[in-house]
């Protein structure tokens, strides 16, 4: 079982930034597919950013060139969000898979509470 937990929303202006947390209970690091995720009231969950290693991620159209996923240690991983928009606003949540060799070997399973983010133009 793995217990993910996410820090880092806020509400902040247009054009500004803002660095989310996913601590996990567990050493994630080659071991765990993480991946970020949003939905915004009214609208379908979105798929924001994936880290399978340290060189493979991926991103939604949405926010590339923009958001940056990494781990920086064992159990953390991290969204910089920044040059923020008004449809940014969303609540924010971490999730995980299991993963070896950069290939998922499951859906992504567990799920944190989230953290809102709150961008006003």
């Known amino acids: 079982q793995v217990q993910l937990v996410e820090s880092g929303g806020d509400s902040v202006q247009a054009g500004g930034s803002l660095r989310l947390s996913c601590v996990a209970s567990?050493?994630?690091?080659?071991?765990?597919?993480m991946r970020w995720v949003r939905q915004a009231p009214g609208k379908e969950r979105e798929e924001v950013a994936t880290i399978y290693s340290s060189s493979n991620s991926t991103y939604a159209d949405s926010v590339k060139g923009r958001f940056t996923i990494s781990q920086r240690n064992a159990n953390t991983v991290y969204l910089q969000m920044n040059s923020l928009k008004a449809e940014d606003t969303a609540m924010y949540y971490c999730?995980?898979?299991?993963?070896?060799?950069?290939?998922?070997?499951?859906?992504?399973?567990?799920w944190g509470r989230g953290t809102q983010v709150t961008v006003s133009a």
């Open positions: 567990v050493n994630t690091n080659g071991r765990y597919g």
């Open positions: 999730a995980a898979a299991h993963c070896s060799g950069g290939v998922m070997r499951s859906g992504f399973i567990y």
